[in-house]
């Protein structure tokens, strides 16, 4: 299976914990992006990354969120001192090109994403 | 700021009920829409992508139509397979370099046999 893969796909936590989560995205992909999906939502934008470069960080991001990509393949999301708030589905994405021209467009393909509770 | 409203929240069908979901956007100069299909604790799965109004894509039982204000996901004949919840996406010519993906609140299609 050559898809995004996430580890771990469950986390449970106590609330002033830390948790880190890992993203491998499609071996071609040269961009990655992090998301976090409440019930009954769609998913709503993080973090991107072009290559091992941080380039847009969401206002949704808070100082306790950090996101790196050292070598420009996986991925990893660190919440520090979690909070109940922070209890969602955090789903990772890469993207390819699509298109060309006017048509440019980069169609991003999702990981199973990791559920994470917050007690 | 770009926005998606998805319609119904919810739909429920019988097995060869034919019918349509629709995703109304506003978003300053359109990039691309995205359809994607997700299934209960999985993560989005990539349908289609529309790039300009007048543009039809088909896959199987699901065909997706762009007008200048919405996208519509039409299921000819559905089977109790195609249950899930069907999210649009909307990327915008100017979300800079990221490209991210604004998405609606998605439509829980249950399909019942």
């Known amino acids: 299976d050559t898809g995004v893969s996430q580890d771990p796909r469950h986390k449970i936590t106590k609330r002033g914990q830390n948790v880190t989560f890992r993203c491998d995205p499609i071996?071609?992909?040269?961009?990655l992006y992090w998301y976090r999906q409440t019930l009954g939502q769609g998913p709503e934008f993080l973090t991107y990354?072009?290559?091992?470069?941080?380039?847009?960080k969401s206002r949704l991001l808070s100082d306790r969120f950090s996101a790196e990509r050292p070598k420009g393949s996986f991925s990893t999301l660190e919440i520090q001192r979690t909070e109940q708030g922070d209890s969602a589905m955090y789903l990772c994405?890469?993207?390819?090109?699509?298109?060309?021209?006017?048509?440019?467009?980069?169609?991003?393909?999702f990981g199973p994403g990791t559920r994470l509770t917050v007690t | 700021e770009d926005q998606v409203t998805q319609s119904p929240e919810a739909l429920r069908l019988q097995e060869g009920e034919s019918s349509s979901l629709n995703c109304s956007y506003t978003?300053?100069?359109?990039?691309?829409l995205f359809w994607y299909r997700q299934d209960p604790g999985k993560g989005p799965e990539f349908l289609f992508t529309?790039?300009?109004a007048g543009e039809e894509k088909e896959k199987e039982r699901l065909k997706a139509t762009l007008t200048k204000k919405e996208s519509f996901l039409h299921i000819t004949a559905p089977k109790p397979e195609d249950s899930a919840t069907y999210l649009c996406a909307v990327q915008a010519q100017y979300s800079g370099s990221a490209r991210q993906l604004t998405f609606g609140s998605g439509t829980q299609l249950t399909v019942l046999p």
């Open positions: 071996s071609e992909h040269n961009r």
């Open positions: 994405a890469s993207s390819r090109k699509s298109g060309q021209g006017a048509l440019l467009t980069y169609e991003q393909y």
């Open positions: 990354f072009q290559n091992e470069a941080q380039l847009e």
């Open positions: 529309l790039y300009s």
């Open positions: 978003v300053s100069g359109l990039r691309g």
